[in-house]
């Protein structure tokens, strides 16, 4: 069985920073691609971040030059470096990964941790 468990949310003034944390656990061979995604009230889940095994990275537009996304492949962790947060970054965050657990390669998420940007 695999986990995936968030931390570091919470409430921070506009332009301010956060540092999300996700750590993986369980029955992992490896993991391919990690992200993170938000939904925002009344919206659809929408992709942050993402980086594959190789450490590359992708950005969704609206956070670009604020963001960092990183990887430790050694400790399965992923995390978010947030800065500049803007109130429209409010949301509950979600870490997900790609995980072979050597019986199969599936998707897995996390519980969600909250972000409120107050302005």
């Known amino acids: 069985q695999v986990h995936l468990v968030e931390s570091g949310g919470g409430l921070v003034q506009a332009g301010g920073s956060l540092r999300l944390s996700c750590v993986a656990s369980?029955?992992?061979?490896?993991?391919?691609?990690m992200a993170w995604y938000r939904q925002a009230p009344g919206k659809q889940r929408e992709l942050v971040a993402s980086?594959?095994?190789?450490?590359?990275?992708l950005y969704a537009d609206s956070v670009k030059g604020r963001f960092t996304i990183s990887r430790d492949n050694t400790k399965n962790t992923l995390d978010l470096q947030m800065n500049s947060l803007k109130p429209e970054d409010t949301a509950v965050y979600y870490c997900?990964?790609?995980?072979?657990?050597?019986?199969?390669?599936?998707?897995?998420w996390g519980q969600g941790t909250q972000v409120t940007v107050s302005s």
């Open positions: 997900n990964a790609d995980i072979n657990t050597g019986r199969s390669l599936r998707s897995y």
């Open positions: 980086t594959n095994a190789d450490r590359s990275t």
């Open positions: 369980g029955s992992i061979v490896s993991i391919n691609v």
